[in-house]
């Protein structure tokens, strides 16, 4: 009976497998195809191996962009984490006004990137938009020229728009925690800091470090948003790694070289998602210790 109940999953699963083939693995072997080979008029490919891979890696455009989009993605975890787990520490528990805060804190996550985009195009407009015209009112210019102008827009957008998942994750992690560890550090007479300290921050570690691992994949890969602002300006402050893919891929035609960055790409963040893997999962010898 448990097998046929086990073939029958296999069943219902097979659809989605070959969604996921067709997909994501057809285009992904077309693109290791294109990487290791020049194209030219007419469909012909002649191998040239690594060649494209070590021109990538070389080249000061590919390392410029790479590290700009490490160092974006560092700034806002290290705003948007301590900055998600101290509103969701202070958001009521219970009540109605513990659905509204909710409901608020969905409303930024469930805007299409495309509009958060514009959005934040429209609010740095010098005199029509609420932070140039705040600006201007105070006697500032709000110039999207500076790069760390513009630096600074990019990381309150992405903010505005993402602390709200770090902050959701954190309220259903803080929620989960049994009052039984509460009970204990009151009759302890734990300070705040002790509990959060103690009893918060250690329940919340696998929440966090999921809620880390989506939004450094996210920031690390994010295009639209930043694209719509700036365009990758001023001058290339602000051409991430995704900009500097599709400039070379479909902008230039290169398809060799924008396939090798296409799979260095991949291979970032398939190391960096197996680095928080083998965080969150616990290895076996914690388990059977755990156990005994």
């Known amino acids: 009976m448990a ?7 296999y069943f219902f699963l097979a659809p989605a497998v070959l969604v996921m083939l067709v997909s994501a693995i057809i285009p992904l072997m077309v693109v290791i195809n294109y990487s290791v080979q020049d194209s030219f008029a007419g469909g012909k490919f002649v191998w040239v191996g690594a060649r494209w891979f070590e021109q990538v890696l070389s080249s000061s455009d590919f390392q410029g962009a790479l590290a700009r989009s490490f160092g974006f993605s560092i700034l806002v975890l290290l705003i948007e984490v301590p900055l998600g787990i101290f509103i969701a520490l202070r958001l009521p ?12 804190m969905a409303i930024p996550l469930l805007t299409p990137w495309l509009v958060v ?27 999207m020229n500076n790069p760390v102008i513009v630096w600074l827009t990019l990381v309150l957008m992405d903010t505005w728009h993402w602390t709200s998942l770090i902050v959701l994750l954190c309220f259903a992690g803080l929620r989960a925690i049994p009052n039984a560890y509460y009970q204990a550090a009151q009759i302890d007479g734990a300070s705040d800091w002790s509990v959060f300290k103690f009893v918060q921050l250690p329940k919340l570690r696998l929440v966090l470090l999921i809620a880390i691992l989506l939004r450094f994949m996210d920031s690390f890969m994010i295009y639209t948003e930043t694209y719509v602002v700036t365009r990758g300006g001023p001058e290339v402050s602000t051409t991430f790694l995704s900009h500097e893919l599709v400039q070379t891929a479909t902008i230039q035609f290169d398809l060799g070289e924008g396939g090798a960055i296409s799979i ?12 928080f893997f083998s965080l969150i999962v616990p290895r076996r010898s914690d388990d059977i210790r755990g156990v005994n």
Request: charged share 5%.
């Open 117 to 143: 985009g514009y959005i934040w195009k429209v609010l740095v407009l010098p005199h029509a938009g609420l932070l140039g015209a705040g600006a201007a009112a105070l006697g500032l210019t709000y110039d």
């Open 93 to 104: 528990v219970k009540g109605f006004l513990s659905n509204v805060y909710i409901v608020l």
């Open 3 to 9: 097998k046929s109940q086990n073939n029958l999953a």
């Open 264 to 275: 260095i790409y991949l291979l970032i963040i398939l190391c960096i998602s197996w680095a």
